[in-house]
């Protein structure tokens, strides 16, 4: 394995283990300057991203190396400028060279003018009971957009296949109705885009650039929660383009009434349309999705192999496919992938609850999800604001982790254990009764699962 391809394949890893802009924003032309024995030195363009790799990303880096490569002992990076389009061309090169062995990682292929990804497609998109309606909605969009539903709006955790969806509607449109204009833009980037339009008094030229767009597809739009001057502009521009039959794409990790800080008009908007959600995937399904991932990649694993995958990694889809790369990557090596070394590789993404699931887990995922800080959870408060999620938190610690009612009441400031079987019972039962809470409980414990 030559220099490019062992950092090929350390990408290819990463891509997995961190969110996409951070991706790219720290990984975007780096390589491998030098190896000598058992030394790497990655070359990075500049002094800010040498310090940010170095703290963040040393440790998983060169865990990553030493599992391709056990010899490899030292990781350091220096800073190598870059010369424009020679390294761009190189770059291209590069990947076209790597497209050979299927582990490429596809950053650098995003269109310039829709900012979409090519690779998510409805060909590649697995359907199953847990995405079903969402993908047929998606469908149903991508053949008349601005028609069927407006606004499509899909929401679930991470990891799950919004973003592909979404973009594979865009990529449909793009290529079948090669008149309409599609953009898709994540929510941090859009607000950042109404933020500095704000400051430079630059917003009726923001709002004239987006006036052409025919299908506008938002990623991960809960992003704009508590964001009060750009939820107001975003009202506007919403406005407009669904006045003239302009499709509109929304995703989020949970459904509009749930999402708090979010204006009333907006929640409404967003309830006008259609609202479907994706959830995870079951075992047959994976199995399935690793099947198809195979095929894209143009390589096989025995049965044997995928079943176990299949079994053990559930947490979502992304882990599925990582899981799957880093078995790819290890055969194209060492050609000899025994269940032994497939169980003692997977060890990082094998699910069990009790990994996943612990106090802290629960707390924190509580805490953030109705936007408190976890203190207030055990604030001695009646406030209903923080009285139901409170009792959440300790239905989920019960229902979940089968703690006992005296364990959680000493959790709770050394409350009387009734409190905790009280909120244990009104919870079990509302959860019966009310379709948002239990809702709500399914996407925190989805959150659980997936983080
Ligand atoms: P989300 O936006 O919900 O966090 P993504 O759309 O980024 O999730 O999906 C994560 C990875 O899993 C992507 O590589 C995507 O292609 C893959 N994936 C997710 N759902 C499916 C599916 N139903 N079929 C095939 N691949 C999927
Ligand atoms: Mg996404």
Known sequence: MNNIELWQSVLAQMQFHISKANFSTWFQ?????????????????????KEWLSNKYNKPILKILREIDDSIKDLAFVIKPQQGKDIQLRSVEESNRMEDAQLKFDEFKINKDTNLNPRY???????????????????????NPGVTYNPLFIYGGTGLGKTHLIQAVG???????????????????????????IRTNSMESFKASLAPIDVLILDDIQFIAGKIKSQEEFFHVFNSLYEKNKQIILSSDRPPNAIAELEDRLKSRFEGGMIADVSLPDYETRLVILKTKLQEKNADLPEEILDYIAIN??????????????????????????LETVKKLLKGFVFSPFDVANYKKII????????????????PTRR?????????A???????????????????GGKDHTTAIYA??????????????????????QKIYSG
């Open 29 to 49: 032309n780096t390589e491998i300057a030098t190896r000598d024995n058992e030394k790497i030195v990655i070359s990075v363009p500049n002094a800010f991203s």
């Open 121 to 143: 497609t409805f060909d590649n998109f697995v359907v199953g009971s847990f995405n079903e309606l969402a993908h047929a909605a998606a469908l149903a969009v991508a053949d």
């Open 171 to 197: 990529n449909k449109i793009s290529q079948e109705l090669k008149k309409k204009k599609v953009k898709y833009i994540s929510s941090e980037k859009f607000v950042s885009g109404i933020v500095s339009a």
């Open 313 to 338: 990694v559930k947490k979502n889809v992304r882990e599925l496919e990582g899981a799957l790369n880093k078995l790819l990557i290890y055969n194209k090596i060492n050609q000899s992938l025994d």
């Open 364 to 379: 924190e995922t509580v805490a953030k999800f109705y936007n408190l800080e976890e203190k207030n959870l055990f604030d």
């Open 384 to 392: 209903k604001e923080i009285v139901k999620p409170r009792q959440i």
């Open 394 to 412: 300790m239905f989920l610690l019960r229902k979940e982790l089968k703690y006992s009612f005296p364990a959680i009441a000493r959790k709770f």
């Open 424 to 445: 244990y019972k009104k919870i079990l039962q509302e959860n019966e009764e009310n379709n948002k809470l239990t809702e709500e409980i399914n996407l925190i414990k």
